[in-house]
């Protein structure tokens, strides 16, 4: 069994137990976290020096859609409902190969930026190559992966087998077949639901109780008030079922949700950016108990990669509680109970340790102690030195996806010294230009051609 052992590190366990510890060895057997502690053995173990790193856990992206990633930059001045109108209909038009080779380009983009675990909610299946090809593309990243199997399949190429809803359950119970789910495993597979809202729940009420008959479990784009509620009306709402955005989640709608341990997603940047979308319910959601995830969402416009979530969430929430206090007359803004909502430790935890429960692997990753899988981050503070305080406030607020030294997945190194270990980045990169170029192609589309949409305004006032 191989050994690797980290050594001397500043160890930010996520960990309950071990805390964080400084000048600390880790020790890998196998795909294991084997021991946490000061001088451990070295006998037959390969050592990396870890002195001046944070070691800390792989941080895990539970909603991301990677089939996007060759159109990087595309909606980059994108305002409104520009993001749907200038990618949603490209999807139609990719091979299962140009699938796998786009969702490869983002796991290994991911995992650069010290991603371990991916949940890709995949709305390119149109046919059941496609769904290999998906499954392809994590067995060749090596990363751990869930792979969405979309539901909803708006594509006009779904196409029986593959029509939207229940005529994908032939196909899910197919993968299902290949993949054994259990929490270690490497990859698994995951439902996303159609849509959630009030007035087609029938349909929902059908495609939840597939999914738990085949042991999978779920995730949906919940972009109405009152999803969650509809859902626990019916006794269906449970902590296996993960809400994306939630914006418009009501207070009920987030009791209910803190109320049954469960755990909503947020794509920081990706609520942001459009102009479209509330924040509020990340504050509303955390007094609620309810356990708040991380994801990246539209590679089409940003860098996947969490750290950068982690840190405009900081302030995007720091700013939103500052202005609630100022409209409530509180002036000067001080801190009082459950003011500031979130500090850079707790989103160091949506980063990590929520991020796998969320996905229902809590006691497998996003900790670094002995008996978890060995996902593993090393975080270079050589440079610029480590910042004082809470070592959270580092990760959150001085560091970048260029600190990232090495990555480990399940005891096998994918990033080593800065440089990701077996890829050839230069032909990675012309692959998904590649891929971007036939699907543009087929779609009449040029590259940098965004469609802006005006309303009641001519284009350029
Ligand atoms: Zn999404």
Redesign the pocket.
């Given at each position: 069994m191989s050994r690797t052992l980290f050594a001397n590190a500043f160890v930010v366990s996520c960990n309950a137990g071990i805390g964080d510890v400084a000048d600390t060895d880790v020790l890998v057997e196998g795909d294991v976290i084997r021991k946490v502690g000061p001088r451990l053995d070295r006998a037959g173990a390969e050592v990396i020096d870890a002195t001046g790193m944070i070691l800390m856990p792989g941080m895990i992206d539970t909603?991301s859609?990677l089939w996007e990633t060759p159109f990087k930059g595309r909606v980059a001045d994108g305002w409104g409902m520009e993001y749907f109108t200038n990618i949603h209909p490209l999807v139609s038009y990719f091979t299962p190969e140009d699938a796998r080779i786009s969702i490869h380009a983002g796991l290994v983009e991911s995992m650069a930026c010290g991603v371990t675990t991916m949940f890709d909610?995949n709305t390119c299946i149109h046919t059941p190559e496609h769904a290999d090809a998906a499954l392809q593309a994590f067995r060749d990243a090596g990363i751990r992966g869930v792979l969405g199997y979309d539901l909803r399949g708006k594509s006009p190429n779904s196409t029986p087998p593959l029509a939207p809803g229940a005529g994908r359950f032939a196909d899910i119970e197919r993968v299902r077949g290949t993949l054994a789910n259990r929490p270690a495993d490497l990859l698994r597979l995951a439902v996303c639901l159609s849509e959630v809202a009030p007035e087609t729940i029938a349909g929902a009420v059908r495609e939840i109780g597939f999914a738990r008959s085949v042991g999978c479990r779920m995730s949906w784009?919940c972009n109405k008030a009152g999803e969650i509620e509809a859902l626990a009306a019916r006794g269906l709402f449970g902590e296996d079922i993960l809400p994306?955005?939630g914006n418009y989640t009501t207070d009920r709608d987030l009791e209910i949700l803190g109320q049954a341990g469960g755990f909503l997603t947020t794509q920081p940047e990706a609520e942001t950016y459009a102009g479209r979308r509330s924040m509020s319910m990340v504050a509303r959601g955390h007094r609620r108990g309810v356990r708040v995830a991380l994801g990246v969402?539209?590679p089409v416009i940003m860098n996947l990669g969490l750290l950068p979530q982690m840190r405009l969430l900081h302030f995007l929430q720091r700013y939103m509680d500052g202005a609630i206090e100022r409209h409530e007359g509180q002036v000067p803004v001080v801190r009082r109970p459950g003011v500031p909502t979130l500090d850079a430790r707790n989103i160091l935890n949506f980063a990590t340790v929520n991020g796998a429960a969320a996905l229902g692997i809590g006691d497998v990753v996003g900790q670094i102690a002995p008996g978890f899988q060995a996902d593993i981050v090393l975080m270079d503070t050589r440079s610029f030195g480590m910042a004082e305080g809470d070592p959270a406030g580092h990760i959150v607020l001085n560091s970048s996806s260029g600190d990232i030294d090495t990555v480990m997945v399940a005891g096998r190194l994918k990033k080593r010294a800065g440089r990701m270990i077996g890829i050839d980045h230069g032909r990675m990169i012309a692959d998904r230009l590649a891929v971007r170029d036939r699907v543009y192609k087929r779609a009449g589309e040029i590259p940098g051609d965004l469609h802006k949409t005006y309303w009641g305004w001519p284009k350029g006032a």
């Open positions: 909603h859609h909610f784009h994306a955005h969402d539209v």
